[in-house]
């Protein structure tokens, strides 16, 4: 059930939010139904006492900053930027904007890679980062998380109040909003899955056929009639049907167990997964002089070899996580990097097994990653493996990122899951690619991540993140300074991605070696018919056979297509 909030205004007390609660489950399952966004043990009215939202227009001096993100080849040029503190000011813009016919999109930690938010037909921008509260909700059981909160706020917050975490992503400012929303995964994902495995509910100011504006809050719970808006929230990608302004976060199951244990009270701190106490850190660098097409080939080979035979959710290297940063040969090196729990009985051996298996054979010498490796800093002290606790290593490894910290950085971005070992043919012409001379770009690269664990232990139907049994995610993309350079580095980028698929149209296609694309790394060519020849659409590689359910929650949610950008999920055809 919804309240409204509409022309008609906005209710008294309860701020036009929803409470689940339903027959059978809901966020406040067998309370009375409640405001979510009061401070739990509190009666104060939701947004009671919170400072008003702050407008911002061009002749404001913050407005430079508030109009683009991380990526600066998008600025934005909109009427007005509005950061907002409540979940009632969200309702008001968005009122506002439907009043008014403005086209509006959000921004959460202004990490969106495509110009889906700072676009130049955007009248007005809603910035969550203002909302970043990070807590524990006593009626929902569940931690729940503002949407404008970034990863190392969450990270922070959790572990230091209640000795949890969610399987999250590396880098430390990006938004949770737009991250969850497109599934989020992160070093402790084969370990623990997705990061939406563990959402349990989600707060959506969403607006109606009439125009009508108002919250619901809808949970995973079987019995929730608004089920199928937290599933289209749990991995069909942000900016499609409202404004997520909160979420709940809370292992499937672990309610339950403490229930059964007959405990007397309830412990937070049972709620979530909780993370290694320490993990074992390493990061190596090949030297390029010393690596040639076999020798990467080699390099490639074996981490298919070594994943494929260790990729069940019981393997004893399911704690095992990282990434290949294959840079381009600019850059003097491509790095090896490694993270595994600490307080496994034999951790240093299976990272040292590892570490042997990936290298045997490739005939380079392993260096310290002196130099940036792609989307981590340079991490010389983890030439030997080191042994840290699990919140300072997530701290060290978020921030060393260059892309993040450097202030005019553009970039240029493509994607695929991959299910087995590369084939040759695809190594070769990223090792040809990578030697080239049409860039000398040290962060024009490839970065092989590391998936598959237990994000494979849940079906393709079950959230809305459709690929589940890759072993890597790989992301191509390059990263420079200057808009002269725009030309090559974009060029580049989509040269080697379109070459590495030429035998299926320029696109890794859902077949025995590939599964599309991650909604999170959106590649605007995706929907170019001269560089996708493959004859799948982007929502197909991006949703798969999730797409035509992501269009009726489309339409039941958003049916004036109010939220919409250059890759937002379409209404039905009928509509």
């Known amino acids: 059930m919804a309240r409204e909030i509409g022309r008609r205004g906005v209710l008294a007390g309860a701020a036009g939010a929803a409470s689940a609660a339903v027959a059978g489950g809901g966020l406040f399952s067998g309370t ?43 600025v934005g040029t909109p009427d007005e930027v509005r950061l907002v503190r409540t979940t009632e000011q969200v309702m008001a813009a968005v009122e506002e904007a439907v009043r008014d016919g403005k086209r509006l999109t959000v921004r959460g930690g202004g990490h969106c890679l495509a110009d889906f938010v700072y676009h130049p037909d955007v009248d007005l921008v809603i910035d969550m980062s203002l909302m970043n509260e990070v807590s524990f909700d006593e009626r929902a059981n569940a931690f729940a998380v503002e949407a404008g909160a970034t990863l190392m706020n969450v990270y922070d917050t959790l572990y230091k109040g209640w000795g949890v975490t969610i399987p ?15 599934g989020g995964y992160g070093l402790l994902s084969r370990l623990h899955g997705l990061t939406v495995d563990h959402l349990h509910a989600v707060e959506v100011v969403v607006v109606d056929g009439s125009g009508n504006v108002r919250s619901v809050v809808a949970t995973r719970e079987p019995g929730d009639p608004d089920r199928d808006l937290w599933w289209g ?5 942000g900016g499609n049907f409202g404004v997520i302004t909160r979420y709940w976060f809370r292992t499937p199951g672990a ?29 190596i660098s090949l030297p390029w002089d010393q690596l040639d097409a076999r020798g990467f080939r080699r390099l490639v080979q074996n981490a298919g070899t070594f994943f494929e035979a260790n990729s069940s959710p019981d393997s004893p290297y399911a704690s095992l996580s990282g990434a290949f940063p294959f840079t381009h040969r600019a850059s003097g090196g ?16 299976l990272l040292g097994a590892y570490v042997r298996a990936i290298t045997d054979g490739v005939g380079a010498t392993p260096e310290p990653a002196v130099r940036p490796m792609g989307e981590l800093g340079a991490l010389p002290e983890f030439a030997e493996p080191a042994r840290l606790p699990w919140l300072r290593a997530t701290r060290r490894l978020g921030t060393s990122s260059p892309m993040v910290t450097d202030p005019a950085i553009r970039s240029d ?8 070992g590369l084939p040759d043919h695809h190594i070769d012409r990223i090792h040809s690619w990578l030697s080239s001379d049409t860039v000398d770009n040290p962060l024009s690269m490839v970065i092989l991540h590391l998936i598959g664990g237990a994000i494979d232990r849940v079906a393709p139907g ?34 080697v991605y379109r070459a590495v698929y030429a035998e299926t149209g320029g696109v890794p296609v859902p077949n025995g070696v590939t599964d599309g694309c991650y909604i999170n790394y959106p590649d605007s060519g995706a929907d170019d018919p001269d560089a996708n020849t493959s004859g799948l659409s982007w929502q197909q590689l991006y949703h798969k056979e999730n797409y035509p359910r992501l269009r009726q929650v489309k339409a039941r949610w958003d049916p004036r297509n109010v939220f919409h950008h250059g890759q937002s999920i379409e209404l039905p055809a009928d509509r």
């Open 334 to 349: 491509i790095g090896v990097f490694t993270q595994i729990d600490a307080t496994l009985p034999d951790a240093e051996r």
């Open 32 to 74: 009375a139904a409640a405001t979510p966004r009061a401070p739990a043990g509190t009666d104060a009215p939701a947004g009671a006492d919170a400072a008003p939202a702050v407008s911002v227009r061009p002749s404001d001096p913050r407005y430079a900053e508030l109009t683009t993100g991380v990526n600066r080849r998008w």
């Open 233 to 237: 929230c749990a991995g069909g990608g």
């Open 462 to 495: 079950d959230t809305a993140v459709a690929q589940r049994d890759s072993l890597f995610k790989l992301l191509y993309q390059s990263m420079w300074q200057s808009p002269a350079d725009d030309a090559a580095n974009i060029a580049w980028t989509q040269g």
């Open 413 to 420: 971005h493509h994607s695929a899951y991959v299910r087995k």
């Open 255 to 283: 309610l339950e167990k403490q229930r059964a244990r007959g405990a007397s009270g309830i412990d937070p701190g049972q709620l979530l997964v909780r993370p290694p106490e320490e993990v074992l850190v390493q990061a």
């Open 168 to 182: 999250g992503g590396m880098c430390y400012s990006v938004g949770i909003g737009g991250h969850v929303s497109g």
